[in-house]
């Protein structure tokens, strides 16, 4: 049974920082691509980053570009987030996905939309205070 379980998220003040993390189980992690979407009350759900199967490769939203880092560690079937300069926009439930149709998937930039992703965590809430 595929399972993603987010953590890490809370209540911090602008410029703040935060680490989200994303811990799997239920199918071989080390295979599949993974990202982080978010969705703010009253807005859709949005493309944050993404990182491939062996964590060589990430893509990033451009609201998150050089303040957000997507990481994985394969041998302990766990992603992150590294949220840095938080900004009171980032406020959001952040939400862990896996694309387990697509084994060894390459080209990041083309796996932005929440349909092509087929497992989700919970969610996890990320408020930030101005």
């Known amino acids: 049974q595929v399972q993603l379980v987010e953590s890490g998220g809370g209540l911090v003040q602008a410029g703040g920082s935060l680490r989200l993390s994303c811990a799997a189980s239920?199918?071989?992690?080390?295979?599949?691509?993974m990202a982080w979407f978010r969705q703010a009350p009253g807005e859709e759900r949005s493309f944050a980053a993404n990182?491939?199967?062996?964590?060589?490769?990430?893509n990033y939203a451009a609201s998150v570009k050089d303040r957000f880092t997507i990481s994985r560690d394969n041998a302990k079937n766990t992603m992150y987030l590294q949220m840095n300069s938080l900004k009171p926009e980032d406020t959001a439930v952040y939400y862990c996905?896996?694309?387990?149709?697509?084994?060894?998937?390459?080209?990041?930039?083309?796996?932005?939309?929440?349909?092509?992703?087929?497992?989700w965590g919970q969610g996890t809430q990320v408020t930030v205070s101005s």
């Open positions: 996905a896996a694309d387990l149709r697509r084994p060894f998937r390459t080209g990041n930039s083309r796996y932005t939309e929440a349909p092509q992703y087929n497992s």
């Open positions: 990182i491939n199967y062996d964590g060589t490769a990430a």
């Open positions: 239920g199918f071989t992690f080390s295979s599949y691509s």
